[in-house]
């Protein structure tokens, strides 16, 4: 792609703003891709209404939104995606570095040149006919330090009114980005939507993004994994910071104090639920409050006072809409009655949006592929339906999260689905232990996803899809943070999960998750006993409030306990797996896992 401008002559029109930037790398480029794509026409999005309102009414016409029922769902959208073209594709997503162990075992890799290559084969005249759409977007607070911004070139409008949503995009980045001088590039086409001409190529070395094949959101909203993390936790790594897949949420506690929890889980864990909790009635009348800061992914970085500040990169909630109910989550289902993308839902006779799980006495009668629903032909929505939303919407929206410097985190945590073993919550030791306890963290999958039940994955600190670079590598940069002057969160571990003898959930879980946090929140001010264990500090008896639930003896025991024997094989399987990672993994990391295996085997 060595074009220059003149070849934007060859029969594009250009649309949209002043038709270009002040920036002349930004330029370069995009006649580079234009020349490659060789496009219909060229909009340079500005973000505006008027430009969102002319893209729904093309996206209507042609028939990539349908409109909702105006009275119960105003300004709502529904888009039917490519029944093949409904999820993320790991296997077919890869890092492209100079060097293979630089991208590690934790990543498919491909030489850069030839990641190009087989990119830019595809991208070879795939825009004809098609608009070409530039799109400056900030991830983070347009003026915040901690921000980043990228440049989005697509041929999909349904990307563009997502991204409008899930970033600060338009006339603002633009001037960010002309300002700075830099900013990741994003390709991305829909090509022909062919499952065997797809592929999502990150170029982390060159801030770069290629993206082929799919409209489905985690592929083809460069933004959000692609940018906001896999090129963010390499940025973050040379810069300093940290790029995390994990939700941000405020406690505000009946004095007025508010204090910030970042928390990483794998899926099917509950995230988007503990973002926006609802604290439970006693809580509520005492004077508890959760706000929402993000749902997804959290950008850290130390402050002068030796704190982490963290940010929400993202502007909106892309959330799966299965199991969302007034029961579940009634913030999120608050947030999603106006003014919101839905993505392969089943629709009402109405015309109002339809889930499994949403509980409001409805019926559909058109499913995801827009075909007449037949319960005997699969569900409604596809169980990845999504819902485009802005955060603003949320009820318990925090206006901290539109803050430049961030929110300062007084707590990380970390948890999985886990059946047996792990107690409801315990704290590390110390950072190095904290690092410990995130990389050796995991999931037990189900017999209905996987065929075998309690197979137990790790997935170090819920990134092992989206780090960018050597898991072994990620590990020294989260241990790198423990330096002199440091002021840095408590970590802990939780497990909402645990189960009896009789197969049934311990914890009730939801909004009584507040309990747990409220114990953290007083172990960081010094306030709360714990019992010190090898595995770290369990809540002491009478600790955690249980005040308005009841648990039997095998739940107290199983939530607050810790079978030595167990863990003790536990911490066997932790050193393989860091042995997986061969001779990059950081030596303190190995001899925490040792310390710990010792004391177990006292």
């Known amino acids: 792609m060595n074009a220059s401008t003149q070849d934007l002559s060859f029969s594009a029109t250009v649309e949209g703003g002043a038709g270009g930037s002040r920036l002349p790398a930004l330029n370069d480029w995009v006649a580079q891709v234009a020349a490659l794509t060789r496009p219909a026409a060229i909009h340079w999005c500005d973000g505006s209404d008027a430009e969102n309102e002319a893209l729904t009414a093309r996206m209507l016409a042609d028939g990539t939104l349908h409109k909702l029922n105006e009275e119960t769902h105003p300004g709502s959208y529904l888009h039917r995606s490519h029944p093949d073209d409904v999820a993320r594709v790991e296997h077919l997503t890869f890092v492209c570095t100079t060097h293979h162990e630089d991208a590690g075992p934790n990543n498919n890799w491909m030489a850069p040149e030839e990641g190009h290559a087989e990119m830019d084969a595809l991208f070879d005249g795939c825009m004809q006919g098609r608009t070409m759409y530039v799109i400056p977007y900030c991830m983070g607070p347009i003026d915040s330090p901690l921000s980043r911004c990228g440049v989005e070139i697509t041929d999909s409008p349904y990307v563009v009114a997502n991204m409008r949503i899930m970033t600060r995009m338009g006339a603002p980045a633009l001037a960010r980005i002309e300002r700075e001088g830099t900013f990741v590039k994003g390709l991305h086409s829909i090509g022909e939507l062919d499952p065997n001409r797809r592929f999502i190529m990150h170029f982390p070395e060159e801030l770069t993004i290629k993206s082929y094949g799919s409209g489905y959101g985690g592929n083809a909203l460069l933004g959000k994994k692609c940018h ?320 308005g639930i009841t648990l039997d003896e095998e739940a107290k025991a199983k939530l607050f306990g810790f079978d030595r024997a167990a863990w003790e094989a536990e911490f066997a399987s932790i050193g393989e797996y860091l042995d997986e990672y061969g001779p990059r993994m950081p030596q303190a990391l190995k001899d925490e896992q040792q310390r710990i295996a010792g004391l177990l085997a006292d």
């Open 228 to 547: 906001a993390l896999r090129i963010a936790s390499h940025q973050a790594k040379s810069e300093g910071w940290l790029a995390e897949h994990m939700l941000i949420l405020g406690i505000e506690n009946p004095q007025g104090e508010t204090h910030y929890v970042a928390a990483a889980f794998p899926s099917a864990c509950g995230k988007t639920n503990l973002a926006m909790l609802i604290p439970p009635e006693g809580y509520r009348n005492a004077g508890w409050k959760v706000w929402t800061i993000g749902d997804d992914i959290c950008w850290m970085r130390p402050g002068a006072d030796g704190r982490l500040y963290a940010i929400n990169p993202e502007a909106g909630f892309f959330g799966v809409a299965p199991g969302t109910s007034r029961n579940s989550n009634a913030n999120a289902l608050a947030s999603i009655q106006s003014s919101t993308i839905f993505t392969n839902v089943g629709v009402t006779a109405d015309n109002q949006p339809w889930w499994e799980g949403l509980e409001n006495g409805q019926t559909p009668v058109i499913d995801w592929r827009g075909n007449p629903y037949d319960p005997a032909k699969g569900p409604a929505a596809h169980p990845n339906s999504r819902f485009t939303v802005s955060a603003k919407q949320c009820p318990s929206y925090s206006p901290m999260a539109e803050d430049p410097q961030g929110v300062p985190i007084s707590a990380i945590v970390f948890g999985g689905r886990r059946a047996s073993l792990v107690p409801l919550v315990f704290e590390a030791r110390d950072w190095t232990h904290g690092v410990l306890v995130g990389a050796a963290m995991g999931s037990e999958t189900t017999a209905a996803a996987t065929g075998a039940v309690g197979v137990m994955r790790r997935d170090p600190m819920a990134m092992k899809p989206f780090c960018g670079y050597n898991f072994a590598d990620y590990f020294s940069h989260w241990l790198s943070f423990d330096k002199e002057g440091a002021q840095l969160p408590k970590v802990f571990h939780v497990n909402w999960f645990r189960k009896g003898d009789n197969g049934k959930f311990l914890w009730p879980g939801f909004g009584d998750n507040l309990r747990v946090l409220e114990w953290m929140i007083q172990r960081v001010k010094g306030e709360a006993d714990a019992v010190e264990t090898p595995i770290g500090a369990l809540p002491a008896e009478g600790a955690l409030n249980l005040d």
